[in-house]
Nanobody, 124 residues
Framework: QVQLVESGGGLVQAGGSLRLSCAASGRTFSSYGMAWFRQAPGKEREFVAHINWSRGSTYYAASVKGRFTISRDSAKNTVYLQMNSLKPEDTAVYYC?????????????????WGQGTQVTVSS
């Protein structure tokens, strides 16, 4: 059974940085795609970043490109989201997700597994 556990959220001032972690277990993830999504109050869950676990190729939402970096550590079975130059509009619950193929997909319904989420709050 796949489990995804996020950590690393918190409160940060605008312009600051945070690194989120997603510890994955229950499978060998080399044939999986991993992603981060976020959901702000009253808004739909939106795509943030995707990584092909085996190749390491990445995709980003336009709103975070150049500020956020997704990566993975295969030895630790962990996916990271490094967030720099944070803005108040980045405030949301951030979710880790996994899909059972490596093609990049960008809508929540296409993902098979989800973590419980971690809160990120950026103050102005």
């Amino acid at each position: 059974q796949v489990q995804l556990v996020e950590s690393g959220g918190g409160l940060v001032q605008a312009g600051g940085s945070l690194r989120l972690s997603c510890a994955a277990s229950g499978r060998t993830f080399s044939s999986y795609g991993m992603a981060w999504f976020r959901q702000a109050p009253g808004k739909e869950r939106e795509f943030v970043a995707h990584i092909n676990w085996s190749r390491g190729s990445t995709y980003y939402a336009a709103s975070v490109k150049g500020r956020f970096t997704i990566s993975r550590d295969s030895a630790k079975n962990t996916v990271y989201l490094q967030m720099n130059s944070l803005k108040p509009e980045d405030t949301a619950v951030y979710y880790c997700a996994a899909v059972r193929h490596t093609l990049p997909v960008f809508t929540p319904s296409q993902y098979d597994y989800w973590g419980q989420g971690t809160q990120v709050t950026v103050s102005s």
